[in-house]
């Protein structure tokens, strides 16, 4: 256990909707990365926030978002879904940007209809 | 445009024996290179890494060889287990530009009894 928490494990949607995708880093953990994997794309960075700010942004869709809170738990909205959003979202912390060590949580199963 | 190129995308090992998965990267500014095991439903779990100041680093049956000049770093899994069995990913970073993990494509290793 990465100490990582996501919410929810499994989210099934219609096209056309948003969902939002929670996360928990590690206690301790000021960093949070968000990543979607795919079959075709692979494991892709979407983007950092640090300490409740926007630090980078990867392949990050126009239609995604992402904010973190003052408690340092961040959220991944998708909106307008597509059924090429169907993927893994994963979302990982670490101590501060400059580390490297980064720790995945379990993941969230998103799947458009 | 991929920066880390991983090979092979599939390897089967027996028990025992020796896993090799090799690495490729483009970009000479990378500074952190980790590796992650990531088991079926489950998120990625940090397995080793290493920085450039080092050739190789060694931690239990795992083993990280770095060929700076080449560009090139390897994983290498001793006395191969069939719990071993799982998708392995290399990934790079720049610590000083926020850390985002750029991921190889994966491999898929199975280990047999």
């Known amino acids: 256990d990465s100490g990582v928490t996501q919410t929810p494990k499994h989210l099934i949607t219609a096209t056309g909707q948003r969902v939002t995708l929670r996360c928990s880093p590690r206690?301790?953990?000021?960093?949070v990365y968000w990543y979607q994997q795919s079959l075709d794309q692979g494991l892709q960075f979407l983007i950092q926030?640090?300490?409740?700010?926007?630090?980078a942004k990867g392949n990050i869709l126009e239609r995604f978002s992402a904010q973190q809170f003052p408690d340092l738990h961040s959220e991944l909205n998708l909106s307008s879904l597509e059924l090429g959003d169907s993927a893994l979202y994963f979302c990982?912390?670490?101590?501060?940007?400059?580390?490297?060590?980064?720790?995945f949580g379990p993941g969230t199963r998103l799947t458009v209809t | 445009q991929q920066q880390v190129k991983q090979s092979p995308q599939s390897l089967i090992v027996q028990k025992g024996g020796i896993s090799i998965i090799n690495c490729a990267y483009e970009n000479t500014a990378f500074d952190y290179f980790p590796w992650y095991q990531q088991f079926p439903g489950k998120g990625p779990a940090l397995l080793i890494a290493i920085r450039p100041d080092v050739s190789e680093k060694k931690e239990g049956r795992f083993t990280i060889s770095f060929n700076k000049s080449a560009k090139q770093f390897s994983l290498h899994i001793m006395d191969s287990q069939p719990g071993d069995s799982a998708t392995y990913f290399c990934a790079a970073s720049k610590e000083t530009s926020g850390s985002r993990l750029t991921f190889g494509e994966g491999t898929q290793l199975t280990v047999n009894p």
């Open positions: 990982a912390s670490s101590v501060r940007p400059n580390r490297g060590e980064q720790y």
């Open positions: 206690s301790g953990d000021l960093s």
């Open positions: 926030y640090y300490n409740g700010e926007e630090r």
